[in-house]
């Protein structure tokens, strides 16, 4: 099994910055993608930011020049750099990778338990 665990959240006001975390622990063979969601009260999870293995980036619309996300493969952390936080970023930001873990040989999809983002104006 794979365990994910974020980290980095906290409160702070519109056009702060923060840095997330996550880092994946257990038995693994290799992680593939890792990914960024984020979800708000009453509002559905949605996908923020995924970076490969080689080092390719993509983001939801809304995050584009603000946040980047990056890697470290040897310590299979991700990172989520927020920069210009509005209060629309306000949300429990959960990290997701896909993963090959002993003794299974096929890829899973892993999910940590979220860290919270608050932004207040």
């Known amino acids: 099994q794979v365990k994910l665990v974020e980290s980095g959240g906290g409160s702070v006001q519109a056009g702060g910055s923060l840095r997330l975390s996550c880092v994946a622990s257990g038995s693994i063979f290799s992680v593939n993608v890792m990914r960024w969601y984020r979800q708000a009260p009453g509002k559905q999870r949605e996908w923020v930011a995924v970076?490969?293995?080689?080092?390719?980036?993509s983001y939801v619309d809304s995050v584009k020049g603000r946040f980047l996300i990056s890697r470290d493969n040897d310590k299979n952390t991700v990172y989520l750099q927020m920069n210009s936080l509005k209060p629309e970023d306000t949300a429990v930001y959960y990290c997701?990778?896909?993963?090959?873990?002993?003794?299974?040989?096929?890829?899973?999809?892993?999910w940590g338990q979220g860290t919270q983002v608050t932004v207040s104006s």
């Open positions: 997701n990778a896909v993963a090959i873990s002993p003794p299974s040989l096929n890829p899973q999809v892993y």
């Open positions: 970076i490969t293995s080689g080092g390719m980036r």
